[in-house]
């Protein structure tokens, strides 16, 4: 892909936050070994931790690498529970996270620098997922605190499904999935998520996922939600396979957003409480929290 730069006014009002105060939401969750949510934190097999970006936060790879590490400092983790970090599709972009201007090769290595200085932030018993566009490809790129430098990278729409199984601790793997990929979709903008002897692959069938018990989308655009405990239309692929894949595990997604509210509630594309537990339960809008500033 040809790198693109543009220009941006929001045409969207913010009602509580602005690119120069709020730029992630941060939504925490607890869960046991088969997805359920636990509030006893004596329970935890693992600590989900997403996180949602204004979508005019700031994007150079300093400036992204700061904020994760001042989000990694704002939340407190069940002491030696494994935590599982996942950050939006093109959260290292160097242009808008809905235009492709990634990084190319120099970049790529500057940006495996600034991640050394990352580990450090992180519980020790951590896996960090984010997103990566390069010149040529979307990404998402998994690391840990004790290898910060040392990422596995998975790729959209060429990786294998046996590729994006990534274990996550306390015998749990979570499958990863890039920008919508996950949701089963045949629209361009989704799937599919491999390309095996010409045929292609798409997550139609969530049997394949049953050894997995963490699915996660990283996506780049706004996603839209229900904003009452109404069934999901059509349109919201995302969500209804969530919602599907509740029934083995549980489903995480993170994405960019304006951060929007109406009524005092996060309109429909600005959510970032997308935790969908093992039952259906999804993570309530008051266990999001604001991150404002980045040192």
């Given at each position: 892909?040809?790198?693109?730069?543009?220009?941006?006014?929001?045409?969207?009002?913010?009602?509580?936050?602005?690119?120069?105060?709020?730029?992630?939401?941060?939504?925490?969750?607890?869960?046991?070994?088969?997805?359920?949510?636990?509030?006893?934190?004596?329970?935890?097999?693992?600590?989900?931790?997403?996180?949602?970006?204004?979508?005019?936060?700031?994007?150079?790879?300093?400036?992204?690498?700061?904020?994760?590490?001042?989000?990694?400092?704002?939340?407190?983790?069940?002491?030696?529970?494994?935590?599982?970090?996942?950050?939006?599709?093109?959260?290292?972009?160097l242009g808008r996270c809905d235009v492709q201007s990634?990084?190319?090769?120099?970049?790529?290595?500057?940006?495996?620098?600034?991640?050394?200085?990352?580990?450090?932030?992180?519980?020790?018993?951590?896996?960090?997922?984010?997103?990566?566009d390069t010149d040529s490809h979307q990404e998402v790129?998994?690391?840990?605190?004790?290898?910060?430098?040392?990422?596995?990278?998975?790729?959209?729409?060429?990786?294998?499904?046996?590729?994006?199984?990534?274990?996550?601790?306390?015998?749990?793997?979570?499958?990863?999935?890039?920008?919508?990929?996950?949701?089963?979709?045949?629209?361009?903008?989704?799937?599919?998520?491999?390309?095996?002897?010409?045929?292609?692959?798409?997550?139609?069938?969530?049997?394949?996922?049953?050894?997995?018990?963490?699915?996660?989308?990283?996506?780049h655009c706004c996603v839209p939600g229900t904003v009452?405990?109404?069934?999901?239309?059509?349109?919201?692929?995302?969500?209804?396979?969530?919602?599907?894949?509740?029934?083995?595990?549980?489903?995480?997604?993170?994405?960019?957003?304006?951060?929007?509210?109406?009524?005092?509630?996060?309109?429909?594309?600005?959510?970032?409480?997308?935790?969908?537990?093992?039952?259906?339960?999804?993570?309530?809008?008051?266990?999001?929290?604001?991150?404002?500033?980045?040192?």
């Open positions: 892909m040809k790198r693109t730069t543009s220009k941006h006014t929001p045409n969207v009002p913010l009602a509580k936050s602005n690119p120069r105060q709020s730029h992630a939401w941060i939504a925490s969750a607890n869960i046991d070994s088969k997805g359920k949510r636990v509030i006893n934190r004596k329970k935890v097999a693992l600590q989900i931790v997403t996180v949602c970006v204004h979508r005019d936060a700031p994007h150079s790879i300093a400036d992204r690498a700061a904020l994760m590490n001042k989000i990694a400092q704002c939340v407190s983790s069940p002491l030696g529970t494994p935590t599982l970090w996942v950050f939006p599709g093109g959260y290292f972009n990634g990084l190319d090769k120099t970049e790529c290595g500057h940006l495996a620098k600034q991640l050394r200085k990352c580990g450090k932030y992180f519980p020790s018993k951590s896996t960090v997922i984010f997103g990566v790129w998994v690391t840990t605190p004790s290898s910060p430098s040392a990422y596995y990278r998975i790729r959209r729409g060429s990786t294998p499904l046996v590729n994006r199984v990534v274990d996550v601790g306390n015998k749990m793997k979570a499958t990863i999935f890039v920008c919508g990929e996950f949701t089963g979709s045949k629209a361009p903008t989704n799937g599919p998520y491999d390309l095996c002897n010409g045929k292609k692959l798409y997550l139609d069938d969530l049997s394949v996922l049953r050894n997995s018990q963490v699915l996660v989308d990283v996506a009452n405990k109404t069934r999901p239309s059509w349109r919201m692929a995302h969500q209804r396979q969530m919602e599907r894949f509740s029934k083995i595990g549980v489903a995480v997604l993170a994405h960019h957003h304006f951060g929007s509210v109406r009524n005092n509630r996060p309109m429909c594309r600005h959510q970032s409480n997308w935790v969908v537990f093992k039952g259906g339960e999804r993570l309530n809008n008051s266990d999001v929290k604001e991150c404002c500033g980045y040192r």
